[in-house]
């Protein structure tokens, strides 16, 4: 059973950066898609980037240019740096694992596994 932790999240200034790590235990994250989203209050769960193991990143394009995806296969962990955050960046972001392929990588629906979520609170 494949384990997810997310950790990073906090509050920052707008404009400021924070790296969000996805951490997995039980099983190797390179047999899966790995993705983040993220959910603030009263909107459904939307897309932000998603990375498998023989590819490129996938953006959304609300933080292409601001955010990179970044995997480490010696850590099992996949990364988030978020640049020139901004206030409608403010969301509970939820780490995901997918054995679909990258065709589904932007619907929630798809993901096999999510960790708990951490927040992230950006003040204009």
């Known amino acids: 059973q494949l384990q997810l932790v997310e950790s990073g999240g906090g509050l920052v200034q707008a404009g400021g950066s924070l790296r969000l790590s996805c951490g997995a235990s039980g099983q190797s994250l390179t047999s899966y898609g790995t993705g983040w989203f993220r959910q603030a209050p009263g909107k459904e769960r939307e897309f932000v980037a998603a990375?498998?193991?023989?590819?490129?990143?996938l953006y959304a394009d609300s933080v292409k240019g601001r955010f990179t995806i970044s995997r480490d296969s010696v850590q099992n962990t996949v990364n988030l740096e978020m640049n020139s955050l901004k206030p409608e960046d403010t969301a509970v972001y939820y780490c995901g694992a997918t054995a679909s392929g990258p065709d589904s990588y932007r619907r929630w629906e798809k993901y096999d596994y999510w960790g708990q979520g951490t927040q992230v609170t950006v003040s204009s």
């Open positions: 990375i498998n193991w023989s590819g490129g990143g």
